[in-house]
């Protein structure tokens, strides 16, 4: 009885932090930001809009992380599927659905060659992920150097179409109904990030990442193929990156060379700040989402306050990141003295 209340006192109350946090963040920036209109749900609902590739991103983050490994590529993977979505669909004249596949293979492709080499060949992950980083980074500036705007009108309507909710909606100056929306990027962010929940919590496949992450020599005396989970995670890991690029690129309809520079940071100390250890066995995309919508929060009270550097964004993430990683070092402490005493 005592274990299971560590564990819930432990692994799910990193969670409640994070989900308490934004909620204390959110309810202060209605009360600061009253009079600017920080408490209209569009405000909320912007939150995802603008973090929509973010989301989905920090969910694959998450499943590497929890079997203990790490992905800094991921920011150059993003900026490579946005140069190759612009490249194909203006310089070659390639319909957007073909434009979208080929990316979608690619993310599959980095995930597959990188998780051979974490998995099969032992090599550090921070190290193969550091290859790849620079790889992507330096593909995408082989493919062009100059930035490449999207003008295809088939994307341009996947990245313009507003799904408008029937409720949260207020009244302008002139009288008329104004009704929040979201845009389609949104609702494939969501349904992602509830298929991998589903997935890591009530499939095989998730438990056997948790075991990996928790102890591979358990998990290999459990009968677990070690090397192929790794694998897998890390293949998933970049078809969820592709994707999450090519959201990203619907938000920015354009590629270059600079795009997404530190994305897989602000996606690590999401995954972080929503309770995933760094040790691995421990991590919950639902956190990730709430990781990323405080460092959405920061942002807006700094759009809201209107003078402040958007550095402080950095500054913030890195305070909080140092306070959730002696989070979870203080936990760490505690469960090992209640395994010593048990």
């Known amino acids: 009885m005592e274990k299971k209340k560590l564990k819930l006192n432990g692994n799910t109350y ?19 930001f009253h009079g600017k209109g920080f408490g209209r749900f569009q405000v909320l609902l912007n939150l995802f809009i603008s973090n929509a590739g973010l989301i989905v991103i920090a969910a694959g983050m998450t499943i590497v992380m929890i079997t203990g490994g790490i992905d800094i590529s991921v920011g150059s993977v993003v900026a490579l599927v946005c140069m190759l979505l612009a490249w194909m669909m203006e310089n070659k004249g390639m319909d957007a659905i073909p434009a979208l596949m080929i990316v979608l293979v690619v993310g599959l492709i980095f995930g597959v060659v990188q998780g051979f080499l974490v998995a099969y060949l032992k090599i550090q992950p921070f190290i193969v992920t550091l290859a790849g980083m620079f790889f992507a980074r330096g593909l995408t500036a082989i493919i062009s150097q100059e930035m490449i705007s999207i003008k295809n ?60 992450g928790g102890n591979e020599q358990s998990a290999l005396l459990m009968g677990l193929n070690v090397k192929t989970i790794k694998l897998k995670a890390y293949i998933l890991n970049g078809f969820l990156c592709s994707i999450g690029g090519f959201l990203f690129c619907l938000n920015t309809s354009a590629g270059f060379v600079e795009q997404a520079k530190g994305f ?70 505690a469960k090992e003295k209640v395994n010593k005493v048990s």
């Open 14 to 32: 990193l969670l409640f932090i994070t989900v308490l946090l934004f909620i204390v963040m959110y309810i202060a920036g209605i009360i600061i």
């Open 153 to 212: 009108e088939v994307f341009l309507s996947w990245a313009n179409a507003k799904i408008y909710l029937p409720f949260g909606g207020t009244v302008n100056k002139k009288g008329v109904m104004l009704y929040p929306y979201v845009y389609p990027s949104v609702i494939i962010a969501l349904l992602i990030l509830i298929i991998v929940f589903i997935m890591l919590k009530y499939t095989k496949f998730g438990r056997s990442i948790y075991a990996v």
């Open 264 to 333: 897989e940071m602000e996606a690590i100390a999401s995954s972080v700040i929503g309770g995933t250890l760094l040790t691995g066995g421990v991590g919950n995309v639902i956190g990730s989402l709430f990781g990323v919508l405080i460092k959405g929060t920061i942002e807006t009270f700094i759009t809201f306050q209107g003078t402040l550097s958007s550095w402080w964004t950095k500054i913030t993430i890195a305070a909080l990141l140092a306070f959730f990683i002696i989070l979870q070092s203080l936990f760490a402490k």
